[in-house]
Every structure is written in C-alpha cells, then in structure tokens.
C-alpha cells in the first residue's frame, strides 16, 4: 500500500522510518557522529557529513513529506531559519515584498532589520480582503507571504484567490501554515509555492524542539538552492532534535484533533463571558472570516484562541496571574496550555492591543481548562 492511500495516522508513524538494509530496529535509532566513513577509493555512500546530511534529518524530512503530501521537505535548525532560507534565495537587493499586517513578529523583522541593507522593501497588507494585496503589487514584488491563521489575530487569507493572483503576475508565493499544520489545510494544494512551519510548534507538541520546516512540489532550481543553502549555511537541526521530531509527528493525528475541539469549546466559553470584550477564533461564525476559514480549512479551526480581556494592559496581566493550569510563557503547539500578552513578548509592536491575550490550547481535559479561566477571569 502506497502512502497516498493510507490514512494520515498511519503516514505518521510508519513515513520516513530508517530502512537501512540490515538493521531492524523498530525505533530508530539516534545517529550522532558528525562523519561517515568512505570507501577505500575515497567514494561515500549516503551520508558524509552531518551538516550535509544525516539519517535522522532524512528520515524526518520523508515523513513531513508524506504528511504534507509534497515532492520534498527541508529541515532547518528554526522557524526563522527557514524563513531566512527563504527570503536570501527568493530575494535580490531592491525587492518588494508584501507581508500580512498581522503576522509572526521574527518574519517582520528579518525584512525591517537584516534585509533593510539589501534595500528590501516590504508593505503589510490586510490579506483578509485580496484586493488590498493586488493595490500593492508592482513590478519589483518578488514575493507575496501569507500567514493563515494569522498571528495573533488569527485573520484568515483566501489562499486560492492569492495563489491565482501572484500567479497572474509572476510572483512567487509562501505560507506560514503553523497554525493549521497540514492536518487542517494544504496551501500546495492551492496553488501556493512554497510553505512553511516552525516544527517548534504542533510538530514538536512537547516544547522540546527547536525546528523549521519548508515544503513544496517545485523540483526547480530555486528548490535545489533552498536545499544547497541548508547545507552550505549549516542552519540544520541536530540528530537529536531530528529524531525527537519525528517520534512528536507520529502523535500529531492524535494530539492536535483534542486541542482543536479543546479551543472551539473555549472560544465559545469565552465569547459569552462578561469580561471578555473580544474572542478572535475562526471556528466561531460571528468570526468576520469564518466562510472562508470553513471553505479551506477542514478537521476543525485550530487551536489558538485569541482574547481582548475587559479593561486594560494591567487587567490582563491581574488575569494571567491568576491561572492555575495555563501557564505564562511564549511559544505554542505544546500539550500543554499556555497563555501570552503578545504585545510585550513582541516588542510592543503596535498591531497587538494592551488587553490582548493568546491562548495555546493543550490536551488537558476541556472542561477543566475552562473552570481555571472561569475563576482567573472571576
């Protein structure tokens, strides 16, 4: 049986599994040595150098693939690091660039700081209305990203209508898919280039892995340059991380389902709660983007929730303190629930309100999640 005709649990735990002829571990093993041995004629087989390739980054590499349904996967040592990828192999000094206007603060940053000394030109865009993107558009735009579900507003992008726009003018397309992971949306599907994901997040799901993932079904000498730059430039996950990885996806089919039905019930908690101005979560139908978010998006709408608490910055923090099992901390996609003021975690950027707090749902039992709000929320 072919992986395209299994099930998706299945493709993640048996894709991407060492087939080494002789070995018949049913875990795999961790393959730490930074170099292989040659043949006596100074031939290699497979595998070299770790910075050049590595079992276990091979492995996770062929399982993502198979999950996301893609020609190819690229591992990097972080999220940034494969949007970095992107934008030094997609980019040229003078290049315009349209990015959502409420995204990952790191991707804004790479284009406001790193690139600025190319000259790179980048305009925010609100993606949610498809027009707005095309006003932007001109003749040195290189590279439309969208973000969907955005962060930490969770606004929604037609993917399609963008994937048909840039292909109209020949510009090249990205998606930070993190927030859906392929199990709830598959932007190659729609036409769009390349996509994204810090593997930090729902991948990993324990916390523990630094990681960044790029695929598409481009074999192109743009894809092969991509590949080149994660050897050449060394941003690559360790063994370890590699395999930690790929034995965090084999329970992402498993996970992620309780934490999507976990934040509907939340946000629908949330959304009649008398201290709460606002919930920001596409499975709700009085979200602005909800036909949309139910036209490409299926298996549920994720499992972030976003909140505008009543009052102020300093009510929000009095709410953060008072949860017992969420905990305060950045990063998301874990077991475990966590709760952020975005606004100070990424540098008081403007987009995100005073009185604006993310919540990464967990796995915990639903009904307890929501008693720890109730009473934090008093």
């Known amino acids: 049986m072919k992986n395209k005709d299994q099930n998706i649990a299945t493709i993640a735990v ?9 070995i018949t571990d049913v875990t795999s093993p961790i393959h730490l040595s930074t170099t292989f041995q040659r043949n006596n004629d100074g031939s290699h087989s497979d595998f070299t150098y770790t910075r050049i390739n590595n079992p276990n980054r091979e492995a996770v590499e062929k399982k993502i693939a198979a999950i996301e349904g893609s020609a190819t996967a690229i591992a990097f040592s972080s999220g940034l690091a494969a949007i ?32 600025k000394r190319w000259k790179v030109e980048f305009e925010e865009a ?6 707005k993107i095309m006003k932007l558009i001109r003749p040195d735009t290189k590279l439309i990203m969208i973000e ?36 709830l949306q598959k932007p190659l599907e729609m036409g769009i280039d390349y996509v994204m994901y810090s593997s930090t997040k729902f991948f990993s799901g ?15 000498e743009l894809s092969d340059r991509i590949r080149e730059y994660q050897k050449t430039a060394g941003a690559v996950p360790s063994p370890f991380d590699c395999w930690l990885l790929n034995r965090s ?9 309780v934490q999507c039905g976990n934040a509907q019930k939340i946000a629908e908690f949330l959304k009649a709660h008398s201290k709460i101005e606002k919930v920001f979560y596409p499975g709700l139908d009085s979200h602005p983007d909800h036909e949309v978010a139910i036209k490409q998006m299926t298996n549920g709408f994720g499992s972030i929730v976003s909140v505008l ?11 953060t303190s008072r949860l017992a099992i969420f905990k305060h901390a950045t990063s998301l996609g874990g077991v475990e629930s966590l709760v952020e003021h975005r606004r100070s975690a990424e540098g008081n950027h403007p987009v995100s309100q005073d009185n604006l707090i993310r919540i990464s749902v967990g796995i915990e039992y639903v009904d307890d999640l929501i008693e720890d709000l109730r009473q934090a929320l008093g």
């Open 14 to 22: 048996h894709a991407g599994l060492n087939d080494t002829t002789g």
């Open 84 to 115: 970095n990828s992107l934008f030094e192999n997609i980019l040229e000094p003078g290049s315009h660039v349209i990015i959502p206007d409420d995204c990952y603060h790191g991707t804004r940053n790479l284009l406001a700081v790193f690139f």
């Open 126 to 131: 609100d993606m949610t209305d498809v027009s």
């Open 148 to 183: 969907t579900p955005s962060n930490p507003q969770l606004k929604i992008t037609d993917i399609s209508a963008v994937a048909v726009l840039a292909k109209e003018h020949s510009i090249i397309t990205v998606c930070d898919n993190t927030f859906a992971t392929p199990l």
């Open 206 to 220: 324990h916390s523990d892995i630094l990681g960044g993932i790029i695929t598409t079904n481009h074999i192109s």
């Open 249 to 257: 996806l084999a329970t992402l089919p498993l996970r992620f389902p």
């Open 309 to 319: 608490i009543r009052g102020d910055k300093k009510d929000a923090f009095t709410f």
